[in-house]
C-alpha cells in the first residue's frame, strides 16, 4: 500500500490569525498595527470579517483547524457577538481539531473583563492578557490604562471563565533593577497563570520610544549585561515552578503551550485575517507569504471589493530560512531532513559542529536545537548558519 506523503506545512498545522486593528490608546512602546478611534462600525467590520473567511476557506475548506488567534490591537474591544459569528463561520469552512485552540488577547481593563463571559460563551477557550507590569509607576511609563489592581482582578475573572490563562510581562524596562524585576516575577508566578509572555523591553523605530531614544530622552535603560542578567534570571525562576521556556520568550507549563503560535515556530500555514495581518498559505503545491492592506479603512474598502492582500511565492531557499529561523526558538529545534528538503541543500556540517562545540546548539540525530546559551545569542547563531 502505498502512503501518502504529508504536505510540509502539515508538519506545523494550520490555524487562522484574525487581526483586530483598534485600541484605546496607541502604546509608546508598540510596532503593532493598532489604530485609536472614536468611533467604530461593529456591523460593517463583522460583515467584512465573515466574507474574507469565506475568501480562504474557499482556498482551504477541509483542512483540520488547529487553532484560531483573536490579535491585535485590542481584540476584547470586539463585542461577544461578533466574536461569536466569527467562529461560527469558521466552522462552514474546516473541521476543528479535537483540541483547538482559540485565544482572543485582552487588556485587564474592568470594561472588557467584563466581556469575558460572552467570549467564552461565543467558543473562546483561551485568552492572553497584556499586563506588561506588576508596578503602578511603570504601567504609566508605558502608557497602559489599567493599573496593578485591575491587572490582578482580570486575571481571576479569567480564571473563572477560562481552563487557560497567560499574561505578558515587559521587563529591562527604564530604570528597574535586577531586584525590583525578581520581586515582580515573583508575585507574577504568585497569580499562578498556566503560561507567561516575558519580554525584555525593545526600542522600535516609529513607535514613541523609539522617537525619544533617537533624541537621547529615553533615559535609565539597562545595559546588556544587566539585560542579560535579567534574561537568566528569568528562566531560573520560570523553571523552578515548572513554566520551563519552551520558547525564547514564553513559558508554560507542560501542555499549556500556545498551540497557535506552535504552528508559526512550526513552520505550519496560518491564514492572516485583517488590517496588517500576515499569513503563510500554502496553495497548489506553492508557499505563499501574504500581507493585507494595513489601515483600517483601506482594508475594508479592498475586502468589499474581495482585493484584500499581495500575495508572493516563497522560494525553497526562503522557505528553508525561515523555518530555521522560527524553529531554532523553540525546544523542539528543527530537522535537518525537513531543512534540506525545503531549500535543496544541507547546512553546513562544519558550522554545525563549530557552534555545538561552543556549546550554542545540541545536535541530536536529525534535530539541531538553540541552548540557553545558543538563545542568548539566536541571531547570530542563525546568521552563521544561513550565511
Same mark, same amino acid.
Given at each position: @500500500?502505498?502512503?501518502?506523503?504529508?504536505?510540509?506545512?502539515?508538519?506545523?498545522?494550520?490555524?487562522?490569525?484574525?487581526?483586530?486593528?483598534?485600541?484605546?490608546?496607541?502604546?509608546?512602546?508598540?510596532?503593532?498595527?493598532? $489604530?485609536?478611534?472614536?468611533?467604530?462600525?461593529?456591523?460593517?467590520?463583522?460583515?467584512?470579517?465573515?466574507?474574507?473567511?469565506?475568501?480562504? &476557506?474557499?482556498?482551504?475548506? *477541509?483542512?483540520? !483547524?488547529?487553532?484560531?488567534?483573536?490579535?491585535?490591537?485590542?481584540?476584547?474591544?470586539?463585542?461577544?457577538?461578533?466574536?461569536?459569528?466569527?467562529?461560527?463561520?469558521? &466552522?462552514?469552512?474546516?473541521?476543528?481539531?479535537?483540541?483547538?485552540?482559540?485565544?482572543?488577547?485582552?487588556?485587564?481593563?474592568?470594561?472588557?473583563?467584563?466581556?469575558?463571559?460572552?467570549?467564552?460563551?461565543?467558543?473562546?477557550?483561551?485568552?492572553? !492578557?497584556?499586563?506588561?507590569? +506588576?508596578?503602578?509607576?511603570?504601567?504609566?511609563?508605558?502608557?497602559?490604562?489599567?493599573?496593578?489592581?485591575?491587572?490582578?482582578?482580570?486575571?481571576?475573572?479569567?480564571?473563572?471563565?477560562?481552563?487557560?490563562?497567560?499574561? =505578558?510581562?515587559?521587563?529591562?524596562?527604564? $530604570?528597574?533593577?535586577?531586584?525590583?524585576?525578581?520581586?515582580?516575577?515573583?508575585?507574577?508566578?504568585?497569580?499562578?497563570?498556566?503560561?507567561?509572555?516575558?519580554?525584555? +523591553?525593545?526600542?522600535?523605530? #516609529?513607535?514613541?520610544?523609539?522617537?525619544?531614544?533617537?533624541?537621547?530622552?529615553?533615559?535609565?535603560?539597562?545595559?546588556?549585561?544587566?539585560?542579560?542578567? @535579567?534574561?537568566?534570571?528569568?528562566?531560573?525562576?520560570?523553571?523552578?515552578?515548572?513554566?520551563?521556556?519552551?520558547?525564547?520568550?514564553?513559558?508554560?507549563?507542560? &501542555?499549556?503551550?500556545?498551540?497557535?503560535?506552535?504552528?508559526?515556530?512550526?513552520?505550519?500555514?496560518?491564514? #492572516?485575517?485583517?488590517?496588517?495581518?500576515?499569513?503563510?498559505?500554502?496553495? =497548489?503545491?506553492?508557499?505563499?507569504?501574504?500581507?493585507?492592506?494595513?489601515?483600517?479603512?483601506?482594508?475594508?474598502?479592498?475586502?468589499?471589493?474581495?482585493?484584500?492582500?499581495?500575495?508572493?511565492?516563497?522560494?525553497?531557499?526562503?522557505?528553508?530560512?525561515?523555518?530555521?529561523? @522560527?524553529?531554532?526558538?523553540?525546544? =523542539?529545534?528543527?530537522? +535537518?531532513?525537513?531543512?534540506?528538503?525545503?531549500?535543496?541543500?544541507?547546512? =553546513?556540517?562544519?558550522? +554545525?559542529? &563549530? !557552534?555545538?562545540?561552543?556549546?550554542?546548539?545540541?545536535?541530536? *540525530?536529525?534535530?539541531?536545537?538553540?541552548?540557553?546559551?545558543?538563545? @542568548?545569542?539566536?541571531?547570530?547563531?542563525?546568521?552563521?548558519?544561513?550565511?
Amino acid at each position: @500500500m502505498q502512503v501518502a506523503l504529508l504536505a510540509d506545512w502539515q508538519h506545523g498545522g494550520f490555524g487562522l490569525y484574525i487581526h483586530w486593528p483598534f485600541c484605546a490608546a496607541k502604546c509608546p512602546y508598540c510596532d503593532f498595527n493598532s $489604530h485609536v478611534s472614536s468611533r467604530i462600525d461593529h456591523a460593517a467590520w463583522r460583515e467584512a470579517y465573515l466574507r474574507e473567511i469565506a475568501r480562504i &476557506g474557499a482556498e482551504t475548506e *477541509g483542512r483540520v !483547524l488547529n487553532s484560531v488567534y483573536f490579535g491585535g490591537g485590542t481584540p476584547s474591544l470586539m463585542e461577544p457577538d461578533t466574536v461569536a459569528a466569527i467562529l461560527a463561520e469558521i &466552522g462552514l469552512y474546516w473541521p476543528k481539531a479535537n483540541d483547538i485552540e482559540i485565544t482572543l488577547e485582552a487588556n485587564p481593563s474592568s470594561v472588557e473583563a467584563r466581556r469575558f463571559a460572552g467570549y467564552a460563551e461565543a467558543g473562546v477557550n483561551r485568552v492572553s !492578557l497584556g499586563i506588561q507590569s +506588576l508596578r503602578d509607576d511603570d504601567l504609566r511609563a508605558l502608557g497602559r490604562l489599567h493599573d496593578v489592581a485591575q491587572a490582578k482582578t482580570a486575571i481571576a475573572v479569567a480564571k473563572s471563565h477560562f481552563n487557560r490563562v497567560s499574561f =505578558d510581562l515587559i521587563y529591562a524596562r527604564q $530604570h528597574q533593577t535586577f531586584d525590583a524585576w525578581r520581586e515582580e516575577l515573583d508575585e507574577a508566578l504568585e497569580l499562578s497563570a498556566d503560561h507567561l509572555s516575558l519580554y525584555q +523591553l525593545t526600542i522600535e523605530p #516609529g513607535t514613541a520610544f523609539g522617537d525619544r531614544y533617537a533624541v537621547g530622552k529615553l533615559s535609565g535603560l539597562p545595559d546588556d549585561d544587566l539585560g542579560a542578567d @535579567m534574561y537568566e534570571l528569568t528562566q531560573e525562576m520560570t523553571s523552578s515552578v515548572g513554566l520551563s521556556a519552551y520558547e525564547v520568550s514564553n513559558h508554560a507549563e507542560k &501542555g499549556s503551550e500556545s498551540r497557535h503560535n506552535l504552528i508559526y515556530w512550526r513552520y505550519g500555514d496560518y491564514a #492572516g485575517i485583517g488590517p496588517g495581518a500576515h499569513g503563510r498559505l500554502t496553495l =497548489d503545491g506553492q508557499k505563499l507569504a501574504t500581507v493585507a492592506s494595513t489601515m483600517p479603512s483601506s482594508w475594508l474598502m479592498k475586502q468589499a471589493e474581495g482585493s484584500v492582500e499581495s500575495r508572493e511565492v516563497i522560494s525553497g531557499a526562503e522557505q528553508a530560512s525561515e523555518y530555521l529561523m @522560527m524553529g531554532l526558538r523553540i525546544n =523542539d529545534g528543527i530537522s +535537518l531532513e525537513r531543512f534540506e528538503a525545503l531549500g535543496g541543500i544541507a547546512l =553546513d556540517h562544519t558550522k +554545525l559542529h &563549530g !557552534l555545538a562545540q561552543e556549546e550554542l546548539i545540541m545536535i541530536r *540525530g536529525d534535530r539541531i536545537r538553540a541552548t540557553q546559551r545558543g538563545r @542568548m545569542v539566536l541571531n547570530a547563531v542563525i546568521r552563521e548558519l544561513i550565511v
